[in-house]
Nanobody
Framework: QVQLVESGGGLVQAGGPLKLSCVAS????????LNWYRQVPGNEREWVAQ???????NYADSVKGRFTISRDNAKNSVFLQMNSLKAEDTAVYYC???????????????WGQGTQVTVSS
């Protein structure tokens, strides 16, 4: 009963910015850790960024210094601000969230459907 929907993907020139959004809906008590992943067809899904319930952020080396993850708890949303985009950033980007549906629930991981980001060189 939890849904994650990403948006904001599209075609962008190398060097440009793009901001992705992910909104969670459904039966939600709390959202704890949030991640962004990305995947190129034929490759394994790659972890990109993480933000914890305490606001601690972590990034893959490939995006550190260029991408920023943030969250808006009131809107059940997580964002990924991508700057200085490179052709190798082209992928489908997925949000991933650990969600508690009630006090009885220890929490489960949920995935969005993905949004395509294409960086032209």
């Amino acid at each position: 009963q939890v849904q994650l929907v990403e948006s904001g993907g599209g075609l962008v020139q190398a060097g440009g910015p793009l901001k992705l959004s992910c909104v969670a809906s459904g039966r939600i008590l709390s959202i704890n850790t949030l991640n962004w992943y990305r995947q190129v067809p034929g490759n394994e899904r790659e972890w990109v960024a993480q933000i914890t319930s305490g606001g601690t952020t972590n990034y893959a080396d490939s995006v550190k210094g260029r991408f920023t993850i943030s969250r808006d708890n009131a809107k059940n949303s997580v964002f990924l601000q991508m700057n200085s985009l490179k052709a190798e950033d082209t992928a489908v980007y997925y949000c991933n969230a650990h969600v508690r549906r009630g006090t009885w629930d220890l929490g489960s991981w949920y995935w969005g459907q993905g949004t395509q980001v294409t960086v032209s060189s």
